[in-house]
């Protein structure tokens, strides 16, 4: 099989057209080397024949890995890989040496160095060592990225057929290639993380999709979580850490509730936006990033940027594209799509038999008022699992609701009222129809005859 096709099988985040190396030996027959030999391969393969050289070269790019030689006449490529590591910058490290010494390999592994090449070397080394560091960073960042996303199982589109849905996803589909960063509204609960995920998911990124809820940070911790930090940057910082930036490399950063971010930070962020560089904590040199913002908010930003809570050019800067959620209450109509979703996923998670809401069942539920959106009707579809049945005192009537004593609103017909309390009573007896109909005070049969009624005239309505 050819280099090129193993390449190609191999299931990572960025293509190898994607890499960025940097070269650093002092010997030009080196450098020309594994220019010639890499370039067929990767991206970008640059070289520098010393260490200052490369650091003009890191101003300008960012570099997916560096092939370092450690033996070199001014400084040492070890040398240099510290002043790096000093600085927060955690980019892979290859080292080339003509010595076989036990302390530069030391020195090599205390530098995290993915690995140490005796020169001369053949070239499938040089490539055997670049995809085992390449594939070592992508499974890194994976783990990392899973880890934070372990309780969340939710695939990446927006369930329902209401017009206010399709046309959404219409719009997430036309935007998502689109570099540009997004600003996702809507009442909590709506489904803003799920809209986000489905952008990425359309946009062709190869890097990861990293979520963060910046109400759930600190204001204190928030920074290093973004950009990193190196040691002793502040108290209890012992080991140098790669902030969600780094690990959205590529890919897209959600940044949930952001109306909740310090206005200190929110300058540092709009600084990322207008020329993708971080600066890691404790550090003096910035980091070029590729990465995609998506925000979100439950809280009016323009308002808050009135009252000062929020700075107007960050918000300018981040509504360049805008994607409005509506609330479950204006799409009652994918009230069966999403509770028949929720059902076979939630049952799966908790290992319990799946159950089936009847039309009486969503009749009650479309004259509530739902302020918690989709994750109020998760939580009653979790309940109504863990008790195998539909509780009605889940739901309380709606304040807009005109209710007769019994709990039935006005405008439903006999027929709807009928067959709501037969469903009641059918319940109360644990499904058993024969000791409903008795209750009732009519037979089996007709039982059955009035709940297919009910049940056909509902869905006659809904088409």
């Known amino acids: 099989m ?22 650093v030996d002092d010997e030009a027959g080196i450098r020309d080397f594994l220019q010639r030999a890499l370039s067929k391969l ?6 520098a024949d010393s260490t200052q050289q490369a650091d003009l070269l890191r101003l300008e790019k960012h570099y997916d890995l560096l092939v370092v030689d450690i ?13 790096l590591r000093d600085a927060g910058n955690h980019c892979d490290v290859i080292f080339m040496t003509a010595f076989a010494d036990m302390n530069h390999a030391i020195d090599a ?15 499938e080394q040089m490539r055997a060592a670049i995809k085992k560091s390449l594939d070592h960073r992508r499974l890194s960042r994976e783990n990392f990225v899973l880890q934070r996303q372990l309780n969340d199982q939710q695939s990446a589109r927006l369930i329902g057929e209401s017009s206010a849905i399709q046309a959404l996803n219409t719009l997430i589909k036309r935007i998502a290639p689109a570099p540009s960063a997004v600003l996702l509204q809507g009442e909590s609960g709506t489904g803003k993380e799920l809209a986000a995920r489905a952008l990425h998911q359309f946009s062709g990124r190869h890097g ?24 002793g940057a502040f108290t209890n910082a012992h080991q140098p850490r790669e902030g969600l930036f780094s690990y959205a ?38 980091i070029k990033v590729d990465v995609r913002i998506i925000a979100a908010s439950n809280k009016n930003l323009v308002e808050e940027v009135q009252h000062g809570h929020f700075r107007e050019d960050l918000f300018y800067r981040l509504n360049v594209l805008q ?39 969503f009749q009650i539920m479309r004259q509530q008022r739902w302020p918690g959106n989709i994750r109020e009707l998760k939580n009653l579809v979790e309940r ?80």
């Open 323 to 361: 994607c409005q959620l509506p609330p479950l209450r204006e799409r009652l109509q994918d009230l069966p799509i999403l509770t028949e979703h929720l059902i076979q996923r939630l049952s799966k998670d908790l290992s319990i038999k799946p159950i089936q809401f009847s039309q009486a069942d």
């Open 109 to 123: 592994l205390r530098l995290g160095a993915s690995d140490l090449i005796l020169k001369p070397f053949r070239i």
């Open 208 to 231: 990861a999709f990293v979520p963060v809820n910046c109400a759930a940070l600190s204001p204190e911790l928030m920074e290093s979580e973004l950009f990193g930090h190196v040691k």
């Open 42 to 47: 990767y991206r970008e393969v640059d070289c």
């Open 2 to 23: 050819a280099i090129n096709e193993q390449w190609n099988e191999r299931p990572a985040p960025a293509k190898p057209s994607d890499i960025a190396i940097l070269i």
């Open 249 to 286: 490399d590529h890919g897209t950063l959600f940044l949930d509730e952001i109306s909740e971010m310090p206005l200190t930070l929110q300058a540092k962020l709009l600084r990322v936006l207008e020329d993708g560089r971080i600066r890691p904590l404790g550090t003096e040199r910035d």
């Open 384 to 463: 109504c699992l863990l008790l195998g049945m539909f509780p009605q005192d889940l739901l309380q009537p709606s304040s807009h609701a005109t209710s007769t004593m019994e709990g039935y609103p006005l405008d439903w017909t006999l027929q709807q009222v009928e067959c709501c309390h037969i469903e009641r009573v059918l319940q109360v007896h644990s499904g058993n129809k024969t000791q409903a109909a008795k209750q009732l005070g009519i037979t089996r049969k007709t039982l059955d005859r009035k709940r297919q009624q009910g049940s056909d005239e509902r869905s006659a309505l809904e088409q």
């Open 71 to 83: 033996c070199m006449p001014e400084r040492s490529g070890v040398q240099w890989i510290q002043t």
